[in-house]
């Protein structure tokens, strides 16, 4: 009989738990808001994403365990792809609201292409990283590193900067020949949001960029 008592007793025990813990969790989502990201082509689904001037990744990885999930109120999201125009737009997130974005890149037609181009493929880790060449996004590290892949580049010097929030940014200079076919390897490490360069929190960037 007792044993009886204290196993019932247990079991009503573990259900407020299960249920307290679903409680809290509903609790959180009824807080927070989340951003979900739409991309028709692989123009979209490979552009970068910042938001609020925070670079966070590019727009397929954003879900699952990577999902955006924000604060209640104004946010502001650009989507940026080389040689097309930036994405803008401003969202309003209510408590526990999710929001869908379908982003549309538009080709600019001002931006340039070289005739004569270097070949860089890139073997860098984390392999989601973003690329800067001459402080312009140019993409991420796994849009550059698989068969057939490379960022072609115009002949001359080229300051190339790797950077993911949470990681140390990787700097560096090349020299390309045309036609010359370069690889880049490096390990990003570990390290403070405080210590993202400019590029990736625009707030603290006055780099000008083609629009």
């Known amino acids: 009989m007792i044993r009886s008592i204290l196993k019932t007793s247990l079991l009503l025990l573990t259900g407020v738990m299960i249920f307290g813990a679903h409680t809290d969790l509903q609790a959180r989502n009824d807080i927070m808001g989340e ?15 910042w938001i609020d001037g925070q670079y966070v990744g590019y727009l397929k990885e954003l879900k699952g365990s ?4 924000l604060l209640p109120g104004e946010h502001e999201i650009t989507v940026r792809q080389a040689g097309f125009h930036d994405f803008t737009q401003k969202v309003v997130l209510e408590p526990g609201q999710k929001h869908a974005i379908q982003v549309a ?4 037609p001002a931006a340039q292409f070289p005739d004569a181009t270097a070949q860089v493929k890139m073997s860098v880790s984390p392999n989601r990283a973003a690329v800067f060449v001459d402080d312009q996004f140019v993409g991420h590290v796994d849009e550059f590193d698989g068969p ?6 115009a002949p001359g010097k080229h300051r190339v900067k790797i950077t993911l929030p949470g990681y140390r940014t990787f700097e560096t200079e090349l020299n390309l020949l045309a036609e010359q076919k370069f690889e880049l390897k490096t390990e990003l490490f570990k390290g403070s949001i405080l210590q993202a360069g400019p590029l990736i929190n625009e707030k603290d960037s006055n780099v000008a960029r083609v629009k």
């Not at 951003?35 to 994403?49: C, Q």
């Not at 990577?66 to 999930?69: E, I, L, Y």
């Not at 057939?148 to 580049?153: F, I, M, P, R, Y």
Request: hydrophobic share 45%; glycine share 10%.
């Open 105 to 108: 890149m538009q080709k600019n």
């Open 35 to 49: 951003i979900e990201f739409i991309g028709a082509s692989k123009v979209e689904k490979t552009s970068g994403v």
């Open 66 to 69: 990577k999902k955006v999930v």
């Open 148 to 153: 057939g892949q490379a960022l072609l580049l």
